[in-house]
């Protein structure tokens, strides 16, 4: 390791009010002990858990705690976190809009934030005009934006409308100037908040291989975000804040898997803020009353090994005389609630006849190809036109395990082998 | 494609990885990032290699420090960072001021008219009234319906100047609680904008001049300097108000009403009276000085209170650096407190 040294947070602490009224009357009292510079200086760290924190007015809290890190050029930390946890405030106060209440930060080189696109934009000036505006906010100079312009234009990918008010452009159009701007500068620090989930796939990518090309330039990056694919892919190191607090700094992998230990704790205790706990929905004239996964005995399992055959079975009790041919749909999500596999006894081509009293319905998987992850499924029953939802449930989780050194989302079966004589592979 | 972007340092990987073609690139992506290090440490005498204490002495990249103490706690710091950000400003303020101007004006019919209106809305029923005798305002050097106008126009670049600050931080909040760039561009620009608009209400007052035959006596050169001061004081005012206002709307709701009840407060309408209450509550105005001595370097040439003029138009200069520190300080914290 031997990048300097670009953003140092030492034991950096900021409250916050959950009050209005009190939080704008905090804010008054704060300016006006800024005035005094012989305000008691503030040191040390904020008291632990169990000790009064007298330092906190009413209705305060920390709202990030005791954070400390260090990121070196050319590095990317990825921030992690439930919503409240404090990733946003923590983003302000490296990009020096917010004070910290606690602890320093040192940001050394110029500093770039991806974190509201085309802010400043005006509705009703053009494209172009708009791009001398931002430009300018984000500290470029008219001689820097005439040089950029053409490439500005080229990456937004928006020639036709360039010259049309910014009113006029879709929001997808906006987030893309916006973008375009933002990353024309060759930051030292890039802080980004949640935005490279915009535009088409297109787009997508090419904000990624801008990313890229600027990480290769030694821009060392901040980032916030809930994909967590994209955030382990992306970033060599996670910080993972947990009620404020850092609860985990360390390899990508490590924070990451550690949250997702946590959301999955939360899925089956208390949280019902966190949208994973069973949920029932429909017309309910047909209900599943009792679902799992089995083995090939036929007995409920909680876990198996990737590729050993699992079947989720449904008993459905009837409440209409009768349903004919209802149609069955399944998606198996993974923890972070992408599909794994979405599927319907309509594309399979399967007609599941007439539903009356009591039955039992399975899906029968002879390989389960899912790799170290916990399958939550979701079922719906729909009448055979798929106009009225009969039924819409999920909750039923399944573990498979895997091999620990595999990444993949699924694990496919393979074989590998080597050709001495000539490369098949075309030479890059 | 997505980049490579596992630090190849830092994670320890086991070679049992998988990994999908396009991040089958680990060394392509260890040279590039070695490159950029290699060049930077030549540049610079080798920085990266050296302790991190003399990295930062080298202030080969800016440093930015964020603590939670106060910046008075190093006024001379303080001080040079202010006059850097007013000078990195410039660009932006001006960039700011031509977008606001230029939307505003091509979303309107009126356009530049519109600055015309408030002085004439204000003085209009003055003089109406006036010349049919329900009210009765004696004592002006020049015919009442030029006097009142005068100061009408000359009471706007003071009204102007103290909206100003709330005004366009208010319309700034979004860009101010997401973007860091230097906040005095946003009150510089509102400055160039109550300028735009001072010079177009110039040529209403050479028309009201022209009109009523008033010839301007030497002094005339001065009435820049009184115009000047108007906004200096104006602006000093909306400026210590501009952090309370943007914590509490208050302050946005009382300042149209207060400034029209200061304006029937101050001799604007009225020449000074000399007696009584009113005549106490004139003299003691410091806006009192700052309208007559500005109407009568335009108007008549016979200047009487230049001393006070010059006590509020100094005092309003070391309050402006004031307003600014104050302005300064607080700006984080009401960005804390309104989020976004």
């Known amino acids: 390791m031997t990048g300097e040294v670009l953003v140092t947070v030492d034991g950096v602490s900021k409250k916050f009010c959950r009050s209005l009224k009190k939080s704008l009357w905090y804010g008054a009292r704060d300016v006006l002990s800024e005035l005094n510079p012989f305000a008691r200086a503030k040191g040390g760290k904020p008291p632990g858990n169990g000790a009064a924190d007298t330092e906190l007015r009413p209705d305060e809290f920390w709202a990030v705690r005791d954070v400390s890190f260090e990121l070196r050029r050319g590095e990317c930390l990825g921030l992690i976190g439930r919503n409240g946890a404090g990733k946003t405030t923590l983003l302000k106060m490296l990009n020096g809009l917010v004070k910290p209440d606690r602890g320093s930060i040192e940001m050394r080189g110029r500093v770039g934030a991806l974190i509201a696109l085309g802010a400043g934009f005006n509705p009703v000036l053009t494209g172009r005009e708009n791009i001398y505006v931002n430009g300018s906010i984000l500290g470029l100079s008219k001689r820097e934006i005439d040089e950029k312009i053409d490439a500005i234009i080229d990456f937004a990918d928006i020639p036709q409308f360039i010259d049309s008010p910014v009113q006029n452009y879709s929001s997808g159009m906006q987030v893309r100037l916006g973008f375009a701007v933002a990353s024309s500068l060759a930051p030292d620090i890039l802080l980004l908040d949640e935005v490279l989930a915009v535009g088409d796939m297109g787009f997508q990518s090419k904000c990624y291989n801008r990313l890229g090309q600027l990480r290769k330039a030694g821009t060392a990056f901040i980032l916030v975000s809930h994909n967590m694919p994209q955030i382990t892919k992306f970033c060599g190191k996670i910080l993972y804040l947990k009620g404020g607090r850092v609860a985990s700094f360390g390899p990508a992998d490590q924070s990451a898997a550690l949250l997702l230990k946590d959301m999955n704790a939360c899925s089956t205790d208390d949280c019902s803020s966190l949208d994973t706990g069973p949920q029932e929905a429909g017309t309910l004239s047909c209900v599943v009353t009792k679902a799992y996964f089995s083995n090939t005995n036929g007995d409920p399992v909680a876990e198996i090994s990737t590729g050993e055959p699992v079947t989720l079975v449904l008993c459905y009790r009837c409440h209409a005389e009768h349903i004919m041919n209802p149609v069955l749909e399944l998606v198996l999500r993974d923890q972070t609630g992408d599909a794994l596999f979405h599927g319907s006894s309509r594309m399979a081509g399967i007609e599941l006849g007439k539903f009356r009293g009591n039955g039992m319905l399975t899906i029968a998987f002879p390989h389960m190809p899912a790799n170290n992850m916990k399958l939550t499924a979701a079922i719906a029953l729909w009448d055979s036109a798929m106009h009225e939802l009969i039924y819409w449930w999920r909750g039923v989780t399944l573990r498979v395990n895997g091999d620990p050194n595999s990444k993949g989302r699924v694990s496919i079966h393979c074989s590998w082998k080597h050709q001495p004589q000539k490369a098949t592979l075309t030479g890059a | ?340």
């Not at chain 2, 290699?49 to 420090?65: E, Q, Y």
């Open chain 2, 1 to 340: 494609m997505q980049p490579t972007v596992r630090d190849p340092i830092e994670s320890i990987q086991p070679p049992s990885e998988f990994a999908p073609p396009d991040m089958v690139r680990p060394r392509a992506d260890l040279a590039s990032q070695t490159e950029p290090r290699d060049l930077k440490s030549a540049a610079t005498g080798d920085a990266s290699k050296s302790p991190r204490v003399i990295v930062k002495a080298g202030a080969d990249l800016p440093v930015t420090v964020y603590t939670p103490e106060s910046p008075l706690r190093h006024p001379a710091r303080m001080v040079r960072e202010m006059f850097r950000d007013l000078l990195a400003s410039r660009e932006l303020a001006w960039r700011l001021f031509v977008r606001d101007t230029s939307a505003q004006y091509r979303q309107s019919i009126l356009g530049l008219l519109w600055a015309f209106i408030p002085p004439l809305v204000a003085a209009l029923p003055f003089v109406f009234l006036n010349s049919q005798g329900i009210i009765a305002i004696q004592g002006t050097a020049i015919p009442y319906a030029a006097f009142a106008m005068i100061g009408a126009i000359i009471w706007q670049v003071f009204v102007d100047a103290l909206n100003s600050p709330l005004t366009s931080v208010m319309a700034a909040k979004s860009m101010l609680t997401r973007i860091n760039f230097p906040r005095e561009a946003i009150l510089l620009s509102g400055l160039l904008q109550v300028l735009f608009r001072l010079a177009i209400r110039m040529i209403l007052l050479v028309a009201v001049c022209t009109w009523f035959q008033i010839a301007p006596p030497w002094t005339v050169l001065l009435f820049p300097i009184g115009v000047f001061a108007l906004v200096v004081v104006g602006f000093v005012v909306g400026l210590a108000l501009t952090p309370l206002g943007l914590l509490y709307s208050d302050v946005q709701q009382a300042l149209p009403i207060g400034t029209t009840f200061l304006m029937f407060l101050t001799p604007v309408l009225y020449p000074p009276p000399r007696a009584g209450l009113a005549g106490a509550l004139a003299s003691w105005n410091p806006l009192t000085p700052l309208m007559t001595v500005t109407r009568d370097w335009l108007t008549t040439g016979n200047v009487n209170p230049l001393a006070s003029f010059a006590a509020v138009t100094g005092v309003a200069l070391i309050m402006l650096f004031g307003g600014w520190i104050l302005y300064r300080l607080s700006m984080p914290h009401i960005v804390a407190r309104i989020g976004n």
